[in-house]
């Protein structure tokens, strides 16, 4: 945090009532500065993790050959410069940690729930700032417990994100089942809880806190996207909760919820009855639907973005939010299919099956959508336009592939493979990841009062374009040979030789994409201080939070909070003359009301 | 062929670099008019419009060039009878994906493209067509039911486990890091087996008072007689792993605690699938990457051990995490005519001649 403190004491401040340094910047109640706080961290997170997965690849390019990085960077984890199998593990596990649940959920839908739900809806803050508080400091807490477990003597956790029993439950599997393990089990109770302070608020400032003329139906599919976000982590958090609870009885006071019929290191342990494939269904009913938590909201954020940079209303909005809701309904039901062949009986794989390709459907009508919403349009190609536009790309490329592995049969033969690795990491990460950037180059005029450069923002995106695909679209081929994933090495089967060039390229392709995120934190802490000035409203947008001037204050509008008379795409509409509403504007702020001679659009 | 790809890529690497460095030339006098600066102006709509159409350009070629240079990491015809039908539904809906991946990110960055803003340009208020959503929900519903149809048909034939076909019942046996194989002798029953019988030689734990367990024979080899369907019954002794068979199209969990099972009948002896077209060539490309690299530990000076020549065998490999060398953890599999598996079954020791032999020497 010592970041944000340093970042933003040199902004002016306005001082409306009384606040101290620590009220104002640590333990602050304003839901921006919370906002800020959460993408800093959620930032720095995200570093460390990408850091990892570039280790990881380097292994998987040159594998156990000796190299100087790891020698620095992991110490006794890597004597000579060779990568400790047990290490490689490691990094896959705290990666898929540290990206899915520091960086895409409290990143993400930390840093701009909190960011846009007051501020869109025509609130002064969250229903709770002081939950809400409590929520980012548990999360900081959460996050130093996480990246503290990485210097734990036995290693930090390795059994994978999904942490499977029996082998994360037993310290004689693996070292890293030890301390790690535990401290890995620590950092995510206090990270659901933290989570779940926070969904609770975002649910409740939607319900109870929107402006007066700002009905559910004129809602931003931000919003939306948030407020059922925050309900999906609200019914599966919890289930997470209980199977963590349940995973440290099992460890720590010899209970056997998911243990039985063990005979490690010479000697029979005294578990009986428990099942592992129980632990399967409780993680996975969080598991799934946490794809979802992480994608909505950039799904959100591209909808506003696009709508405000295609100046034209965002297509289909009921259906929109129709599918924001089917999928997140369906999400909750799908979660067998990560678990075909886990020895489930087979009934339920087909019932899972059938979920899952239903949710193909929302998500299908949602990419045709945005593509409808670029038809005809006056684009503005600003760098959160253009990573919107990328996040529908690699939704669809991502999520195409997910009409494989959705279906029972064909899973068979790519579960666990590189196919999947693929699969996920362009559908939810890179996804996610553009989301992200989408939302931080939208609003970080907002945010800061500052502009970000553009052109950096353009180079940025272009290398994170063109990398992301390198990395991921060849390596579902890599999958389709049958690699599996998590493997320490693929030499020890001479079938996969002729697949390490294509290694080699992959992790080519990655070590660049790495890299090209430094003209991102770069051009971040650049505009923070010496930005240029933002204008109020710098892309011309309808939503409520442009209209606040340039103040930062807490209460965030310095007069009566604005009244809403209309939809938030009220973009280039025009009269039955054929002239825009307003002459000359091709865009209508929520707060105006209905001009003259103007119809509602009744959407 | 990669490396042609990879000089493609490296190629549009260089011309975006380049084209970058433009921007920022371009880009850099602009800056000091303020804010402004800061958004998308007309040249920079028309700029990035265009990129976005390169971009899809180049997206379709290193998709095609991936098809291409990649075809031969497919793999092989299924070495199985449900593999036939695996790999008709695995083409299909790869075919049905590529014509919908290629359709949308075309209208997406041509639209991108063709409607890059300029100044004046009136985008059209189109905010809903009842007809064109309700036709973009119906054909993936009808797309999908078609998919979901057939993959549940062969889902249900697949898990089919019953016995009235005869099966060979195999238990396959997964411990840190390594596989075990028992048959089911004579009486085609496995013998009642738990961790906690596990003593001495009785690696497995077979319970020793079972009568149906005393045929079974234990062994390190995975063999299977061809066109016989097999019934495979999985366990394991520590924690999760998948047994991945990838030339049969099958895979199954191996749980602690449970038994989980799985039914194919391999079609293809070794022997056979070893002289297939595929094979051949894979495996003599395989073995020109191995000669190239010894020549170049030669060359070096390294000390490492030279790569011995590779031979296509079927291999049974783990697929869930489950440890430090969890990577490394396989078996070979034989199939052979049922003769030779016979010949083969019945030099090996039952249990029960095992349990005696050391009841004797004790």
């Not at chain 1, 990881?56 to 060779?82: I, Y």
């Not at chain 1, 290693?155 to 599997?173: D, F, K, M, R």
């Not at chain 1, 030789?497 to 991102?520: E, G, R, S, V, W």
């Not at chain 2, 790999?87 to 639209?111: E, K, P, S």
Request: charged share 15%; with cysteine; hydrophobic share 45%.
């Amino acid at each position: 945090m010592g970041h944000a403190i340093a970042t933003d004491s040199h902004e002016e401040g306005h001082h409306h009532h009384k606040e101290t340094f620590v009220t104002k910047y640590i333990f602050s109640t304003d839901h921006k500065m919370i906002a800020k706080q959460y993408l800093i961290t959620g930032l720095i997170m995200g570093a460390i993790g990408i850091a990892m997965s570039v280790l990881m690849r380097m292994q998987l390019a040159n594998p156990a050959e000796p190299n100087v990085v790891f020698q620095a960077l992991l110490g006794k984890w890597a004597p000579d410069g060779v990568m400790n199998p047990n290490m490689y593990l490691a990094l896959v596990t705290i990666h898929g940690t540290i990206m899915v649940f520091f960086v895409l959920t409290a990143g993400l839908s930390g840093t701009f729930s909190n960011f846009l739900i007051p501020l869109q809806i025509g609130a002064r803050d969250m229903a709770s700032g002081f939950l809400n508080m409590v929520s980012y400091w548990l999360f900081f807490v959460s996050s130093v417990i996480m990246i503290g477990s990485l210097f734990v003597e036995l290693g930090p956790a390795a059994a994978g994100w999904t942490i499977y029993p029996p082998l994360s439950a037993l310290p004689q599997a693996m070292g890293g089942s030890g301390t790690g393990m535990t401290l890995w089990l620590v950092s995510m109770a206090i990270f659901i809880a933290s989570s779940l302070l926070g969904s609770l608020n975002y649910v409740v400032t939607v319900i109870n806190l929107r402006t007066k003329g700002m009905s559910m139906t004129r809602l931003p599919l931000s919003i939306w996207a948030f407020f059922v976000t925050a309900m999906i982590g609200i019914v599966s958090f919890p289930v997470l909760f209980a199977a963590a609870l349940m995973l440290i009885m099992d460890r720590s006071f010899g209970t056997s919820f998911f243990l039985s019929d063990i005979y490690i290191e010479g000697e029979v342990l005294a578990h009986q009855g428990g099942s592992p494939v129980l632990f399967e269904h409780l993680f996975w009913f969080l598991g799934h639907p946490e794809v979802y938590i992480v994608l909505l909201p950039a799904l959100g954020i591209s909808s506003e973005v696009i709508a405000t940079n295609a100046r034209k209303p965002i297509f289909g909005y009921r259906a929109m939010v129709a599918s924001i809701l089917a999928i997140a309904f369906l999400s909750t039901i799908v979660w067998g299919h990560h678990m075909f062949v886990s020895g489930m009986n087979p009934f339920l794989g087909s019932v899972f099956t059938f979920t899952t390709l239903l949710i193909a459907i929302p998500s299908a009508v949602k990419a045709f959508n945005y593509i409808t919403t670029l038809w005809k349009g006056n684009l503005q190609l600003n760098p959160a336009m253009l990573f919107s536009i990328g996040l529908v790309s690699t939704f669809i490329t991502g999520g195409l592939t997910g009409i494989i592995l959705g279906d029972s049969t064909l899973d068979i033969n790519v579960h666990d493979t590189y196919f999947v690795v693929a699969h996920f990491h362009l559908v939810m990460g890179i996804s996610a990841l553009y989301g992200l950037f989408a939302g931080v180059y939208h609003w970080f005029p907002k945010m800061f009062n500052r502009m970000m450069d553009k052109n950096l923002g353009y180079i940025h995106f272009w290398l994170t374009a063109i990398g992301a695909y390198g990395v991921f679209f060849p390596m579902h081929f890599v999958g389709m040979a049958g690699l599996p994933r998590r493997y320490y090495s693929n030499t020890a089967f001479p079938y996969f030789d002729d697949l390490a060039d294509t290694n080699k390229m992959i992790t080519y392709f990655a070590i660049a994409t790495a890299f090209a995120q430094l003209f991102f934190v770069y051009n971040f802490v650049k505009s923070i201080f010496y930005g240029k000035k933002a204008p109020a409203n710098p892309w011309k947008s309808n939503t409520l939070e442009w209209t606040t001037g340039d103040k930062h204050i807490h209460g965030n509008w310095d007069g009566p909070i604005p009244e809403v008379h209309r939809w938030p795409y009220d973009y280039s509409k025009v009269n039955e003359d054929g002239e825009y509403v307003i002459s000359g504007q091709d865009y209508v702020p929520q707060h105006i009301p209905l001009q003259v001679g103007e119809e509602e659009m009744n959407h | 062929m990669t490396a042609f790809l990879i000089i493609l890529i490296a190629a549009l690497i260089a011309i975006t670099a380049w084209q970058l460095s433009k921007i920022v030339k371009l880009g850099k006098p602009v800056s000091f008019e303020g804010a402004e600066g800061q958004i998308a102006n007309d040249e920079d709509n028309d700029r990035h419009g265009k990129f976005l159409l390169y971009f899809v350009i180049a997206m379709y070629i290193m998709m095609i060039a991936c098809f291409i240079a990649y075809k031969d990491f497919f793999l092989p015809d299924a070495a199985s009878k449900h593999g036939a039908d695996y790999d008709n539904l695995l083409l299909t809906t790869t075919v049905v994906i590529m014509t919908v991946q290629f359709l949308t990110q075309a209208l997406l960055h041509y639209f991108s493209y063709k409607y890059r803003g300029k100044k004046g340009q009136k985008a059209l208020f189109f905010a809903d067509n009842d007809r064109l959503e309700f036709i973009w929900t119906a054909v993936p519903v009808v797309v999908l039911a078609g998919l979901i149809l057939w993959g549940l048909f062969s889902w249900n034939e697949l898990m089919d486990t019953s016995t009235e076909d005869d099966p060979l019942i195999v238990e396959v046996y997964a411990y840190q890091f390594g596989w075990k194989v028992r048959y089911s002798g004579a009486d085609k029953i496995l013998g009642d087996a738990n961790v906690r019988y596990i003593e001495g030689i009785n690696e497995l734990g077979i319970d020793p008072t079972d009568k149906d367990g005393l045929d079974d024979i234990v062994t390190q080899e995975l063999r299977l007689p061809v066109n016989r369907p097999v019934l495979f019954k999985f366990r394991s002794q520590d924690v999760l792993h998948s047994a991945y068979m990838p030339h049969f199209r099958a895979q199954m969990n191996v749980v602690p605690g449970m038994v989980t099972q799985f039914k194919f009948t391999p079609t293809e002896t070794s022997a056979d699938y070893k002289s297939t077209e595929f094979m051949t060539r894979k495996v003599r490309k395989i073995n020109e990457i191995r000669r190239q690299k010894n020549e170049e530990a030669v060359r070096t000076g390294s000390d490492e051990q030279p790569l011995d020549p590779y031979e296509f065998e079927y291999y049974l490999l783990c697929n869930k995490i489950c440890g430090a060398s969890h990577y490394n953890m396989q078996m070979k599999m034989v199939v052979e005519t049922e003769e030779d598996f016979n010949t083969w079954l019945s030099t090996l020791e039952t249990f029960e001649t095992k349990m005696a032999a050391i009841a004797t020497t004790d």
